[in-house]
């Protein structure tokens, strides 16, 4: 057996296990990814659009399994109450236990006397519509609006009753990192309250989950690609015949 030859099987086997190596591993990034995403993740179907614009009517969304006690202002969350209806409703968070809340100064929604800006309004929103009194957030609760503050059934609405229209931590059941469908991608940061103690709450891994996704299937496509174009290129070339001369 010629060298050249051992050397191209020795070649051939190395890649054929590489080849093997990268399937294997983009199958566990793969299904893993999916895992992960299934443990920390929770698809909803928002019902309504007192979202609007940040989620609209009929979006899918994905939202992180959290509890309740780690909800920051800014936060959208998935809660389930009882006096709001008992189903899974989706909201953002304005205030938290001891905030003071009110709308509106000089246009704006005010927390503990700040002026918040909430670039995820519509454009047209008419701060007068909201006429929220001002009121204390009981300890432990939240203070919950929709982005759509015109003809969103939330706080302000509830504003009546014993617990000032909020709603308790422990009936939060998720908060929403991304709209899923149609694939408008991660929420933007809501910047209004970072100044405020205690700050803005992080994304969670929803990014790295799905890097964590395409990275194994690219893995997988490649490795599966390896035989079929090594086989193709160990084919030994035919020379074209030369013309017999006449």
């Given amino acids: 057996m010629s060298r050249t030859r051992r050397t191209g099987e020795g070649r051939g086997r190395a890649g054929s296990m590489l ?22 993740y929770q698809p909803y179907t928002v019902p309504t659009d007192s979202m609007t614009p940040t989620i609209g009517a009929g979006d899918r969304v994905l939202a992180q399994r959290i509890d309740g006690s780690d ?13 709001w209806g008992d189903m899974p409703m989706v909201k953002r968070v304005v205030g938290i236990g001891g905030d003071r809340v009110a709308c509106c100064t000089d246009g704006q929604l005010t927390v503990n006397g700040k002026k918040i800006e909430e670039p995820y309004l519509p454009a047209d929103t008419n701060a007068s519509l909201t006429g929220i009194k ?39 059941r998720a908060r929403v ?14 910047t209004g309250f970072e100044e405020l103690p205690g700050g803005i709450s992080r994304p969670g891994p929803l990014r790295l989950i799905v890097a964590t996704v395409i990275a194994g299937a690219v893995l997988v496509l490649a490795g599966a690609a390896y035989g079929p174009i ?9 020379r074209a015949s030369e013309p017999v001369g006449v």
């Fill in 19 to 40: 080849s093997g190596i990268a399937v294997a591993l983009g199958c566990v990034l793969f299904l893993g990814g999916f895992v992960w995403g299934a443990i920390v």
């Fill in 71 to 83: 909800v920051k202002r800014g936060d959208v969350v998935v809660f389930q109450e009882a006096t």
């Fill in 134 to 172: 001002s009121t204390t957030v009981p300890e432990g609760r939240l203070f919950l609006l929709g982005d759509e503050r015109s003809g969103s059934l939330d706080s302000s609405v509830h504003l009546g009753d014993a617990d000032h229209g909020s709603v308790e931590r422990g009936a939060v």
């Fill in 177 to 190: 990192d991304a709209v899923a469908w149609p694939m408008d991608g991660m929420l933007a940061k809501p």
């Fill in 230 to 238: 090594a086989k193709r290129a160990r084919r030994p070339r035919t």
